[in-house]
DNA sequence: GTCATATACCTTGTGACGCAAGACATATGG
DNA sequence: CCATATGTCTTGCGTCACAAGGTATATGAC
């Protein structure tokens, strides 16, 4: 079953570009009012059009350190038909988080989006 | 001994963020020519008003790792007089690599703007 | 001479964390 | 009873920024 994919070979910088940004992606989507794991998933995916998509391998620990940290409460809700959810919501701590990772986003990528449009890039090949 | 630092312990996520974009970095600022490695580290110390830092011992295995896979090549320099320098420029394939990650962090950078601003921050409180 | 400082390179250890892979539980419909 | 969908949680792997330390060469002060 050699279905070895060429241009998935090449790694993609993705993974970790997400490091930083996660906790502040998922407080975002929080931030319009409160959602179970799957949904913030599903939401993720749909509004970046799968850009940003995680699994939910990747969103349980996260939804646990913003727990920990006091920036999301939870509460269990068990419907009488289908399976227990686990909603989560912004704190007052949480909303005050997500306003500094944005803050903190915004000046990292104008740094970034500054440094690669310098024109500083001068073709002095001193050869 | 309680200094602990209040400011401090609000952990920075500048360091996951960098993560995905050293390599892009590093690439971009070996692009007008031949630069070595403290070069570097001041290089975009200046460039970014400090913004987005990096100490030798964060850039050499980010060098190391460039070399090993092709996109510098490495030369060094004994001068008469000083420290000898080890010199890296961009192969073919590393300015192939910089446009690559270029194209990627561009992507992400837009899909996590248009999510931040997305107006779909509507505030049905569903009560 | 030697001692401090600056330049320049390199290595080790630590902590963090995205994600694949799997487990588990509850419903629904053949 | 068995497959599928929904929903949550856990383990292990691999990656990497950074602090902290080390080495070597030059220069100026005393």
Redesign the pocket.
């Known amino acids: 079953m050699a279905v070895e994919n060429d241009a998935e070979d090449r ?1 993609s ?4 570009l ?6 502040l992606i998922v407080l975002h989507l929080l931030a319009p009012g409160e959602a ?7 939401k993720l995916t749909a509004e970046t059009n799968g850009t940003l ?6 969103l ?6 913003l727990e920990r940290a006091g920036f999301v409460s ?1 509460r269990w809700e ?10 989560y919501q912004l704190t007052d701590t949480g909303r005050a988080e997500l306003v500094r990772l944005k803050r903190e986003w915004t000046s990292f990528a104008a740094a970034m989006s500054k440094l690669l449009s310098a024109k500083g890039v001068r073709d002095d090949d001193d050869r």
């Open positions: 790694k910088i993705e993974r970790e997400k490091r930083g940004a996660l906790e179970y794991g799957y949904e913030i998933v599903a998509a995680i699994t939910d391998g990747t349980y620990p996260v939804l646990y350190r939870v068990t419907p009488q038909r289908g399976v227990p959810r686990k909603y």
